[in-house]
C-alpha cells in the first residue's frame, strides 16, 4: 500500500541532507540527487518541502516522472481514507458537466485528438473501436512513449519491445488483411477477425504515432507494413508460411527494397537486375534508403526480370543469409531509429520459389502496394501535425512571457489556429478515403483511390511541415534542443522530409493526383 504524508509533514524536509517535494501529488526524497541535478542543488533547495509541480512543469518533460524520479518516490499526499480512483473521479465529472452529452477520452487539450475523443458523434466508430482506442494509448504511455528520446538518441529500438508489441497484437494490426491461421497472437484488445475493419488500423497506427517519434514508428512496422503485405496478397502458400509468422511475431523483421541510388519515384527505371539461370535468379544491384534494411531478415526487392520499363520488373524475397547481401547503416535527418540503409546484392543466387507472384508483374503489386503506404504515410504525418498542436496548446499555457501566458497572445492563437485547421481539414479527408476503402471492391481500390490519396499524402505532409514550423517557433530555444520539454517538436521537425519524400515525393503526388483523377473521370464520364 502506498504510504500517505500530509503537507505539514513534507514542510519539515527541506535541507540539505534531508530533502523532500510533492509533484502532481507525489512525495519524492531527492536528498541524494541534489548533487545530480542538471541546474544544481539550489534549484531544488528552493523548493523543498513544498508543492513544486508549477516549476516541474515549466521546466522538465513528463517523462522524467517515468523514469527518473519514480526512485525517488517514498509516498502520496493524502489522509490514506481517500477511496475514489481518478477513474471514478473523472465518471463523476463527466456525469455532473452539462457540456457532455457522450463521452470523453484523453486529455481533452482542444483538438489535441480527433474531434470523436471529445463528445463529437461520428459514422465510423463504434464501441469495439473505443476498446481499442483505450488498449493502444494504454500500451504506448506506458511501454513506448517515456523511451522515446533514449532510444532515437541510441538509434535502436530494444528487441524486446518487437515481442511485447507482437504479443499485444500490433504487427498483424498493421499489414492489411491477414489470414486468421497466420497470425500468431490475436488482434490487440482481443477484437476478433470477423470485427476488425481499416478504421480499427487507423487507431492503431494513429495512437502509436502520438508518442512523436517517427523513428520509434518506423522501426517496429516502417518496413514490416511495406515489406509484408506484398508477400500476403501475392505470394505463394510457401512464401507465406515461410515469413509470416515469424515476421508477426516480433522474432523477424522484413523490408520493402525498392528505391535505387538512381532514381527514387521512378520505379519504372528500376535498374537492379536478376538473371534467370535455370533454378535460381542471379541479383545484382544497389537499393537505397532502405527503411530496417540494418536489421531486416528478408528483403522484398523490385528487380528487373524482363525488358526495359514497368513490364520488366518483378518481385523477389531475399534472405538476409544469402551470400552476397550486405546492408550498411545510412546517417540521416531523422527517423534515426528506424535502421535506414544502403542495400547491395552481389551475385546472390536466389531460388525461383523466392518469386513473389507472377515474373515481370511486379510493377502492378507496387502500384497495388503504394496505396496503403501512402495512407499510412498520411496517418502518420497528420498525427504528428497533431502533436505540434497538442503540445504547443500545452506549453502556452504554462509559459509566461511580458506578464502574461502565450496562450493570451493573439499572435500565438492565429498560429494554433492555422495549425488546427490544416490537421482537422487533413484528419477529415483521411476518414473519407478509409471509409472508401471499406466500401469499395477490392479491384478498383488501386484505380479509383490512388489520385486522391496521392493527393492527400501532399496534403498530410505539408500540413506536417507547417505545423511543425510553428510549434518551433513557439517553443523557441526549447524546439532547438534535443530531449526536455521540446523533445517532440525538435525531433518531428527534423523529420518531416522523411515523410514529405518517401513513398512518392510532394511534385510527384500532386502531379499523378492530378493525371489520375483526370483519367478516372473521364472513364466515368466526366463532361469537361
Not at 118 to 144: A, C, G, T
Not at 289 to 314: E, H, K, M, Q
Not at 405 to 420: C, E, Q, T
Not at 421 to 444: D, F, G, N
Request: charged residues 25%.
Amino acid at each position: 500500500m502506498t504510504k500517505t504524508f500530509d503537507i505539514e509533514e513534507v514542510s519539515k524536509h527541506k535541507i540539505d541532507t534531508d530533502c523532500w517535494i510533492i509533484i502532481h501529488g507525489k512525495v519524492y526524497d531527492v536528498t541524494d540527487f541534489l548533487q545530480d541535478h542538471p541546474g544544481g542543488k539550489k534549484v531544488l533547495l528552493k523548493a523543498a518541502g513544498t508543492d513544486a509541480s508549477k516549476q516541474f512543469d515549466a521546466f522538465h518533460n513528463p517523462s522524467v516522472l517515468t523514469k527518473m524520479a519514480v526512485k525517488y518516490e517514498i509516498g502520496q499526499i493524502g489522509t490514506g481514507n481517500d477511496s475514489d480512483s481518478p477513474e471514478e473521479d473523472m465518471v463523476e465529472e463527466e456525469a455532473s458537466n452539462p457540456l457532455i452529452v457522450g463521452e470523453t477520452f484523453g486529455d481533452m487539450v482542444p483538438f489535441g485528438d480527433p474531434m470523436w475523443y471529445q463528445d463529437w458523434y461520428s459514422p465510423f466508430y463504434n464501441d469495439s473501436h473505443r476498446k481499442l482506442r483505450k488498449f493502444i494509448r494504454d500500451f504506448v504511455e506506458k511501454e513506448v512513449m517515456p523511451f522515446c528520446h533514449e532510444w532515437d538518441e541510441a538509434k535502436a529500438i530494444p528487441n524486446d519491445l518487437f515481442i511485447k508489441t507482437a504479443k499485444a497484437g500490433f504487427q498483424g494490426a498493421i499489414v492489411g488483411h491477414v489470414e486468421p491461421n497466420l497470425l500468431p497472437y490475436g488482434l490487440p484488445a482481443g477484437i476478433k477477425p470477423s470485427e476488425w475493419d481499416n478504421f480499427h488500423a487507423l487507431i492503431v497506427t494513429d495512437e502509436i504515432a502520438r508518442c512523436g517519434s517517427g523513428g520509434l514508428l518506423w522501426a517496429l512496422c516502417g518496413g514490416l507494413a511495406i515489406g509484408l503485405p506484398p508477400v500476403l496478397h501475392f505470394g505463394s502458400q510457401y512464401l507465406k508460411d515461410k515469413v509470416v509468422k515469424d515476421c508477426l511475431a516480433g522474432t523477424k523483421m522484413i523490408c520493402l527494397a525498392i528505391t535505387e541510388p538512381s532514381g527514387g519515384s521512378d520505379v519504372a527505371n528500376i535498374q537492379s537486375d536478376a538473371k534467370d539461370m535455370g533454378d535460381h535468379y542471379l541479383l545484382n544491384g544497389e537499393k537505397k534508403w532502405i527503411t530496417n534494411g540494418v536489421f531486416a531478415d528478408y528483403f522484398t526487392v523490385a528487380c528487373r526480370t524482363g525488358g526495359p520499363g514497368l513490364g520488366g520488373i518483378s518481385f523477389l524475397l531475399v534472405e538476409r543469409s544469402m551470400p552476397g547481401v550486405t546492408a550498411k547503416q545510412m546517417k540521416c535527418s531523422g527517423v534515426w531509429a528506424s535502421g535506414t540503409a544502403y542495400v547491395t546484392f552481389e551475385d546472390v543466387k536466389v531460388p525461383k520459389e523466392n518469386l513473389i507472384g507472377k515474373e515481370n508483374k511486379g510493377f502492378k503489386y507496387i502500384m497495388w502496394n503504394f496505396n496503403s503506404e501512402r495512407l499510412g504515410i498520411v496517418i502518420q504525418a497528420n498525427r504528428f501535425a497533431r502533436v505540434c498542436v497538442e503540445e504547443s496548446i500545452k506549453y502556452a499555457n504554462k509559459r509566461e512571457t511580458f506578464g502574461k501566458k502565450l496562450i493570451d497572445h493573439p499572435v500565438i492563437r492565429n498560429k494554433i489556429a492555422h495549425m488546427i485547421r490544416q490537421v482537422e481539414s487533413t484528419h477529415a479527408w483521411m476518414e473519407t478515403l478509409t471509409y472508401q476503402t471499406t466500401k469499395l471492391p477490392i479491384h478498383l481500390l488501386p484505380l479509383r483511390l490512388g489520385g486522391p490519396i496521392a493527393l492527400c499524402k501532399a496534403q498530410a505532409t505539408q500540413t506536417f511541415e507547417f505545423c511543425a514550423r510553428e510549434a518551433a517557433q513557439i517553443f523557441g530555444g526549447l524546439s532547438y534542443t534535443r530531449g526536455g520539454q521540446g523533445e517532440k517538436i525538435e525531433r518531428l521537425y527534423r523529420e518531416v522530409r522523411a515523410y514529405a519524400i518517401p513513398g512518392g515525393s510532394e511534385e510527384i503526388m500532386l502531379d499523378l493526383g492530378v493525371r489520375q483523377s483526370m483519367k478516372i473521370g473521364t472513364f466515368m464520364g466526366a463532361k469537361m
